[in-house]
């Protein structure tokens, strides 16, 4: 087991690197002058030569490729041309966001989405049937940012001061400042202790700070609705066909002919084979919620990383857009890696000696 | 309808029918078979694929899914209609009393359980065991079914199991509860000849220790011969012929089981030509009117009989231990 996790870790070490490569080639791809981008368009091009002096881009893309490995090796992915600060405190401030309203989604997504295709499934061609699979197919073709306006409109403009009305953006009610669990604990500050921090649900559940805790609980529910919906009709729809596809099988005829009830024929014999499948779309709808959190953050006024890359690539902020790209790559690569753990877990045909 | 039973029966088909509502039509996969099956008797039923030999066997632990259904008949299981009972009871039934072995040996093990937990399961479901006791009981199982290094297999997965032990696991797992009736639906179809034998020997002995019923549903008229008591001939959803084992390969009635007869090729035998059966199974949504088999039938030609495709033969007594759905052994045949 810990070498098949050691082999499957050193195999995704080439795909980083090439994310690396990319995304530095990416950056360099977007249209337009990052000097009058941060300066403006009216900087000289003196000033432009000395910006470009300053952060080294005038030298040879190679020279620039290999200062920038280096760089992330040690941790350093440069500072933002924008706000003058490094990306990694950008990070520190940004990620927990994305990442509070990423898992949401797929809590959502997952918790929703397979039981949906699980009644789907058995009671596959009745009515329930038919509707489920209406609506997941509704929710594939709906646009992110469509469904999030609508989810606006009606929670915070058409429900307005009725009980059922959330509020459309921000991560918080104006004027709550959350305290962070270090200063409440008399923990000391370092980068990793405010990263930690910034997980504001988290945060205010260890530290009892319920108002902030239920602000923050009603500001992700839209956006965490918008950006689970695609992913959840996905597995929807791939967990009632996995689970059709499990049923016609002769493992399931002799769990019925032991005795078993239906309920344990289905949810114990037929999903854990069903989900093998299924685990793989998760994994895979991950990288869908990281490129809807761009969208979801935007409409929903979020300061989380795909608000930061929406606007740094229109900024074209090079370092911000590298920086953040690449941890969402990463975490990408890291998303799957442990759904190939899962899979070992579920299927014992996977744990090859 | 008369048969020679080793002890009481404590099976009693009658008249079951099951039929399949698809888009094209009726499928009647089963069509008033009436079968009975004594206490420690081995009752082999054969027939073409697609005659309904495991639609019957299936029907007989009411495990016909959509959109299949028995539309009539009954089951007696020591008296008591299968038919009757809620699905409740019936779970109480099934792997308990009367349990069911498949053609697919390792299809029929869930890939992602161990042999153990599988068996295990029965005693949990039907014992009320905990697992842990399960565990042994299953350990003790699989070495009554012949499997060394017990302690051992029992934590493999199915993948890891050969068909033959795969088989031996099924046999474990049906056998757990000591059931009365086990119904083996071509049970060893997918083994080597040599895993064949061994897996018919295991029948054998576990119907003389244990004193179960065995209704082994095969194609194979060899497996028949070796293992069964008593054989029925299935066709079309009918039983066309049944008598003892030895009777039936001495001295077969009907133009079909002649023809199942002699189309199996014995080691040693040089012929040119086996026989073969001509024409096709029916299409079982579009039955012919009279006997089934009257469209393949020679024997008819050769008798002359004209009434075959008009009227449907009914079971009827050669003697007293044997029975055949043909005209030609009826007085007053046309």
């Known amino acids: 087991?810990?070498?098949?996790?050691?082999?499957?870790?050193?195999?995704?070490?080439?795909?980083?690197?090439?994310?690396?490569?990319?995304?530095?080639?990416?950056?360099?791809?977007?249209?337009?002058?990052?000097?009058?981008?941060?300066?403006?368009?009216?900087?000289?091009?003196?000033?432009?030569?000395?910006?470009?002096?300053?952060?080294?881009?005038?030298?040879?893309?190679?020279?620039?490729?290999?200062?920038?490995?280096k760089d992330v090796a040690?941790?350093?992915?440069?500072?933002?041309?924008?706000?003058?600060?490094?990306?990694?405190?950008?990070?520190?401030?940004?990620?927990?966001?994305?990442?509070?309203?990423?898992?949401?989604?797929?809590?959502?997504?997952?918790?929703?989405?397979?039981?949906?295709?699980?009644?789907?499934?058995?009671?596959?061609?009745?009515?329930?049937?038919?509707?489920?699979?209406?609506?997941?197919?509704?929710?594939?073709?709906?646009?992110?940012?469509?469904?999030?306006?609508?989810?606006?409109?009606?929670f915070a403009v058409?429900?307005?001061?009725?009980?059922?009305?959330?509020?459309?953006?921000?991560?918080?009610?104006?004027?709550?400042?959350?305290?962070?669990?270090?200063?409440?604990?008399?923990?000391?500050?370092?980068?990793?202790?405010?990263?930690?921090?910034?997980f504001t649900l988290m945060n205010s559940l260890v530290t009892f700070q319920w108002e902030i805790f239920s602000s923050a609980f009603l500001h992700l529910?839209?956006?965490?609705?918008?950006?689970?919906?695609?992913?959840?009709?996905?597995?929807?729809?791939?967990?009632?066909?996995?689970?059709?596809?499990?049923?016609?099988?002769?493992?399931?005829?002799?769990?019925?002919?032991?005795?078993?009830?239906?309920?344990?024929?289905?949810?114990?014999?037929?999903?854990?084979?069903?989900?093998?499948?299924?685990?793989t779309i998760i994994g895979l709808s991950f990288g869908l919620l990281l490129g809807g959190a761009i969208l979801t953050e935007t409409i929903?006024?979020?300061?989380?990383?795909?608000k930061t890359l929406f606007d740094a690539i229109t900024s074209r902020d090079y370092t911000v857009v590298q920086g953040f790209t690449l941890v969402v790559a990463i975490s990408f690569v890291m998303v799957n890696l442990l759904v190939d753990l899962l899979y070992t877990y579920l299927d014992p045909r996977v744990r090859v000696s | 309808m008369t048969t020679t039973t080793v002890g009481d029966p404590i099976l009693q088909i009658s008249s079951l029918e099951t039929h399949f509502f698809t888009r094209d039509g009726v499928v009647k996969a089963v069509d008033g078979v009436d079968l009975t099956v004594g206490k420690g008797e081995i009752l082999g039923l054969v027939g073409e694929s697609g005659c309904g030999k495991s639609v019957t066997s299936m029907s007989v632990l009411r495990l016909i899914q959509n959109p299949g259904e028995i539309v009539g008949g009954s089951i007696r299981f020591h008296g008591e209609d299968l038919l009757d009972l809620s699905e409740k009871e019936m779970r109480s039934i099934r792997g308990d009393r009367i349990s069911m072995i498949f053609q697919q040996p390792v299809g029929s093990l869930n890939p992602v359980f161990t042999a153990g937990s599988q068996i295990s399961e029965v005693y949990e479901i039907h014992e009320g065991l905990k697992k842990k006791e399960g565990n042994a009981r299953a350990v003790e199982m699989l070495q009554k079914v012949g499997i060394p290094d017990a302690e051992r297999r029992i934590k493999a997965y199915p993948h890891e199991l050969s068909g033959g032990m795969a088989q031996r696991?099924?046999?474990?797992?049906?056998?757990?509860?000591?059931?009365?009736?086990?119904?083996?639906?071509?049970?060893?179809?997918?083994?080597?000849?040599?895993?064949?034998?061994?897996?018919?020997?295991?029948?054998?002995e576990i119907r003389n220790d244990l004193g179960t019923s065995i209704i082994v549903i095969t194609?194979?008229?060899?497996?028949?011969?070796?293992?069964?008591?008593r054989v029925a001939v299935m066709y079309a959803g009918e039983i066309v012929e049944e008598a003892d084992t030895k009777t039936l390969f001495a001295d077969p009635k009907h133009p079909y089981t002649k023809g199942l007869i002699g189309s199996i090729p014995l080691a040693g035998d040089r012929r040119e030509w086996l026989d073969v059966i001509p024409g096709r199974v029916p299409n079982l949504i579009d039955l012919p009117g009279g006997c089934r088999?009257?469209?393949?039938?020679?024997?008819?030609?050769?008798?002359?009989?004209?009434?075959?495709?008009?009227?449907?033969?009914?079971?009827?007594?050669v003697n007293d231990e044997h029975t055949v759905r043909c005209f030609l052994y009826q007085e007053g045949a046309k």
């Open chain 1, 1 to 69: 087991m810990a070498r098949f996790l050691l082999r499957r870790f050193i195999s995704s070490i080439p795909v980083i690197i090439g994310i690396l490569a990319l995304v530095f080639a990416l950056a360099r791809m977007i249209p337009g002058d990052p000097c009058r981008a941060a300066l403006g368009e009216r900087a000289t091009d003196e000033i432009c030569d000395a910006y470009n002096e300053r952060y080294g881009l005038n030298d040879p893309i190679h020279v620039q490729f290999g200062i920038y490995l």
């Open chain 1, 74 to 154: 040690t941790g350093d992915l440069g500072e933002s041309f924008r706000f003058g600060v490094p990306v990694t405190e950008l990070l520190i401030q940004r990620l927990p966001t994305t990442m509070e309203l990423a898992a949401a989604a797929l809590l959502i997504a997952v918790f929703v989405g397979v039981p949906l295709g699980i009644i789907s499934g058995y009671r596959h061609n009745t009515k329930t049937d038919v509707a489920t699979m209406v609506g997941a197919n509704i929710g594939v073709a709906m646009p992110v940012f469509w469904l999030g306006l609508m989810l606006q409109y009606v």
């Open chain 1, 158 to 198: 058409f429900l307005r001061d009725t009980p059922l009305a959330l509020p459309p953006s921000g991560k918080l009610d104006a004027g709550l400042i959350p305290v962070p669990f270090y200063e409440v604990w008399g923990l000391p500050e370092n980068g990793f202790m405010e990263f930690l921090s910034e």
């Open chain 1, 221 to 279: 529910i839209l956006p965490a609705v918008a950006l689970a919906t695609i992913p959840l009709a996905i597995i929807a729809r791939m967990t009632r066909s996995a689970l059709l596809d499990v049923l016609g099988l002769d493992y399931v005829r002799t769990a019925r002919a032991k005795g078993l009830r239906e309920r344990s024929v289905v949810l114990k014999h037929a999903l854990r084979n069903a989900m093998l499948p299924v685990v």
């Open chain 1, 300 to 306: 929903f006024n979020l300061a989380g990383v795909g």
């Open chain 2, 169 to 204: 696991v099924m046999i474990a797992m049906a056998l757990a509860a000591g059931p009365e009736l086990l119904i083996a639906d071509e049970p060893t179809t997918a083994l080597d000849v040599t895993i064949q034998a061994q897996i018919i020997d295991l029948m054998r």
């Open chain 2, 219 to 229: 194609h194979d008229l060899g497996i028949v011969a070796e293992i069964a008591d």
């Open chain 2, 293 to 317: 088999f009257a469209p393949r039938c020679r024997a008819r030609e050769e008798a002359g009989l004209t009434m075959c495709t008009e009227q449907r033969p009914e079971l009827t007594g």
